[in-house]
């Protein structure tokens, strides 16, 4: 168990690592948010390329699996937008709309069980987001952006879970990135930067540490339940929190605070949850035995 709390220890710090190096990109050299989604995809493809099977490129014909790489490209694109004018930790406080999204998509669309615990737990998480966006006509356009990337991320995490008897997470990977390569492309020849060797290893940093945080989630999952694992997800906020005042020298005020602690408390009380209600009926069968 603790090499795997390593391993989600550091694949939630990589992920807003990589988004860190991509709000440099965007703050200090003027560089397009799409580029930055697009050079990710690109890099990520060309690393995900050993993971390329004959039942891979069946799934290109699917389009399913395009509209689950079009969400993803919608969220990975918004919050590059969003970082490029909001402070790191708001812009994932925002974006851990998503999850909650999710469990109202999954609910409506897949059918998944609703009960009162865990819907007032997603209530709880959802004022803590508006804590953080305190929406009125004076709120940060990034924080709108932030919205925005969590709302495509929680469709594609639903997306994920109706796909997922179809394919190996392995082959889902390359297809998501793959595939945003694709569509992202037309739209982003003519946004290409002047490559200096910081900005080039800018964009190399951001790919592989996003690439590489998502690669070590395919194999922390690998190796405990996604009940376990849930509440090392809010690692994310932490790191974002740590990243944004080393780098930037930003701190979350008081109300951003507050709305940290309810999303990451409902998280992983939620995740409990989840994790109680899979445990009971193992140990009703070993009663039974």
Not at 43 to 64: E, F, H, Q, V
Not at 180 to 205: D, K
Request: hydrophobic share 55%; with cysteine; charged share 10%.
């Amino acid at each position: 168990m603790r090499k795997t709390f390593v391993l989600m220890f550091v694949a939630m710090s990589m992920i807003p690592a990589g988004d860190t190096a991509g709000k440099l990109m965007t703050q200090d050299f003027g560089t397009s948010p799409l580029f930055v989604a697009w050079s990710r995809f690109v890099l990520g493809s060309l690393i995900a390329l050993p993971l390329l099977r004959p039942d891979t490129l069946r799934l290109l014909t699917d389009w399913r699996i395009w509209l689950r790489a079009a969400l993803l490209t919608g969220g990975i694109t918004c919050i590059q937008a969003a970082l490029q004018t909001a402070p790191l930790a708001d812009v994932f406080a925002a974006f851990f709309i998503g999850p909650l999204f999710s469990y109202l998509l999954s609910v409506l669309l897949l059918g998944e069980t609703v009960t009162r615990a865990r819907s007032a737990l997603m209530g709880l998480g959802f004022l803590g987001v508006m804590l953080v966006v305190r929406p009125n006509f004076d709120m940060s356009p990034g924080l709108l952006w932030a919205l925005a990337a969590g709302l495509f991320y929680g469709a594609f995490l639903t997306a994920s879970r109706w796909l997922a008897p179809i394919a190996r997470p392995t082959s889902l990977l390359f297809t998501q990135l793959f595939l945003a390569a694709v569509m992202m492309t037309p739209f982003c020849l003519n946004q290409i930067p002047s490559m200096t060797p910081t900005l080039a290893g800018l964009t190399a940093t951001s790919a592989i540490l996003s690439m590489g945080g998502n690669f070590l989630l395919l194999f922390a999952y690998a190796r405990a339940e996604a009940a376990v694992l849930a509440p090392f997800v809010y690692l994310q906020l932490v790191s974002a929190v740590a990243l944004g005042w080393l780098v930037f020298a930003d701190l979350p005020d008081a109300y951003t605070w507050l709305g940290l602690s309810l999303i990451i408390g409902a998280g992983i009380a939620s995740a409990l949850l989840s994790r109680i209600r899979t445990d009971a009926p193992r140990k009703s069968e070993a009663r039974d035995l």
